[in-house]
């Protein structure tokens, strides 16, 4: 990972840096909402082998003075017993908290074969699992298909399959008292509609959404499908790109965005998820830190 260190670079690093620290003593009860880091934000920390999963926890108190921690499954090394037990201490000795774990790489929960659909939300239990004994609220689940639907009845289909298996994914969720709750991820899941009306067919109170500003393509109107979604949050995720010598987001009004989270009476985590290709991933998180510190 290549930083740069040009004058004005490294002031507006240190700049976030120091909104960050000023902040770090600053209870997150003061604020209306809690500020988590989604592990992806560092994901290419990790596969460069800088940084390792067991010590996420570590990175994101003491570098950003952040408590709440999005895990990311494809970033784990293999979760045996043990390394559940060293991730649980190395929380603990931090002070920060799983507040939910992102599944990747599971299998299709869309998929048209029955089997092929119910084997995805078998393959998921075990992560259901983990966030249980780590004391988190919910896992992120995608709900893809095997193949892309296109016309209505295709659609409607491709919902009553998703139906099915987040039902049952859920009903073991339940058990473990957590969520199971979907973003807003690429295809039709960056379809609003789509996602609130799987909402409505499952309807269970333990399946919901984690509304991503920044997945949406087209000409989807980000601040609308935003609110349309808000109903079903169980969690935001507060994707940003790069920042601009005001503090300010160059590719969405940022402050509009969380004006829609609070407005919707939401009082969970908000998790930054940096995706810069521009700025390197610990400045970019510092720097959404900052942002978010400003925010009321």
Not at 76 to 92: C, D, F, H, V
Not at 108 to 128: I, T
Request: some cysteine.
């Amino acid at each position: 990972m290549s930083y740069r260190t040009g004058v004005i670079n490294r002031r507006h690093f240190a700049a976030a840096l120091a909104g960050a620290a000023a902040a770090f003593g600053q209870s997150s009860q003061q604020k209306w909402f809690q500020v988590s880091l989604a592990e992806w934000s560092v994901h290419k920390a990790i596969r460069s082998g800088q940084l390792k999963n067991l010590d996420f926890p570590k990175l994101a108190r003491e570098k950003f003075g952040i408590e709440g921690l999005e895990f990311v499954n494809t970033l784990w090394e293999s979760p045996t017993q043990g390394y559940i037990q060293r991730l649980k201490r190395n929380m603990a000795s931090t002070n920060t908290k799983c507040v939910l774990i992102m599944c990747d790489d599971e299998g299709l929960m869309g998929h048209s074969v029955k089997a092929d659909r119910m084997k995805a939300s078998r393959n998921h239990y075990k992560w259901l699992d983990y966030t249980a004994e780590l004391g988190g609220h919910s896992i992120r689940v995608n709900m893809y298909p095997d193949k892309q639907p296109k016309t209505p009845e295709e659609i409607t289909n491709y919902l009553n399959c998703c139906a099915e298996s987040f039902t049952d994914l859920a009903g073991y969720a339940k058990k473990l008292n957590l969520n199971v709750i979907i973003e807003n991820h690429g295809g039709l899941t960056s379809d609003p509609e789509i996602l609130v009306r799987l909402m409505k067919l499952v309807n269970l109170p333990n399946f919901g959404l984690l509304p991503d500003f920044g997945n949406f393509y087209g000409n989807t109107d980000r601040y609308d499908a935003v609110a349309k979604m808000m109903p079903w949050a169980k969690g935001v995720s507060f994707k940003c790109f790069e920042f601009g010598p005001d503090g300010n987001e160059t590719k969405m009004d940022l402050a509009r965005l969380m004006k829609i989270v609070k407005d919707a009476g939401y009082k969970g985590w908000v998790g930054i998820e940096f995706e810069g290709e521009k700025t390197p991933e610990y400045e970019g998180i510092a720097q959404a830190k900052a942002f978010l510190d400003k925010t009321a």
